[in-house]
């Protein structure tokens, strides 16, 4: 059986869900303003609190995910702190 959660299966999620995130995030904020720190359980890639990158002071992401937390992250612009 092949690894279902591959780069792939994550670029057709956040192209399908990229629009979504745009308008939630922004409407989010207006609702909870300041943000601190952000968790994310489930983050995939890490994409949803990325956008919160220069607004929250701490981000978390929680993943059960094969990829490892690092490969994910960077690439966003976010630390990893643990994979």
């Known amino acids: 059986m092949g690894e279902i ?3 792939d299966f994550y670029d057709a999620e956040w192209l399908n869900a990229r629009p979504s995130v745009c308008v939630i995030v922004p409407l989010l904020l ?3 303003r300041p943000v ?3 968790i994310d359980l489930g983050c995939g890639r890490g994409e949803w609190p990325a956008m919160l990158k220069n607004t929250a002071s701490r981000i978390w992401l929680v ?3 094969s990829l490892p937390v690092d490969q994910r992250v960077t690439r966003l612009g976010l630390e990893a702190i643990a994979s």
Request: glycine share 8%.
């Open 30 to 32: 207006e609702l909870i």
């Open 5 to 7: 959660y591959t780069e």
């Open 63 to 65: 993943n059960g995910s």
């Open 36 to 38: 601190r720190s952000v």
